[in-house]
């Protein structure tokens, strides 16, 4: 009887370590990727409006995406860390 208790305390707290990822990797994803989706609406909105500016706009883009590319993927490191530590 004890035994089955353990397996089932095992299996619930693995089946709570997985929503958790879940949750964390969903809302952690959730931002970032509004956020690049904003970024990159105004940045196509501001070459539309100064075509001779696409180069610097471009620029700025590209790092502004890899800045708000580095939450989302610390948002899945620490999504991996809840399930797997």
């Known amino acids: 009887m004890e035994s089955q ?3 089932v305390a095992v ?16 809302v952690g994803v959730f931002g970032p990727g509004i956020g690049i989706g ?8 501001a070459i539309g409006r100064n075509p001779e500016a696409a ?3 471009q620029a700025a883009m590209f790092i502004g995406i890899a800045f708000v590319e580095a939450l989302a993927i610390f948002a899945l490191v620490v999504a991996f860390v809840i399930k797997f530590a």
């Open 55 to 57: 180069g610097k706009i």
């Open 38 to 45: 904003m970024l990159v609406a105004r940045a196509l909105e």
């Open 5 to 7: 208790l353990l397996e």
């Open 11 to 26: 299996t619930n707290a693995e089946a709570t370590k997985a929503i958790a990822m879940a949750i964390a990797a969903s």
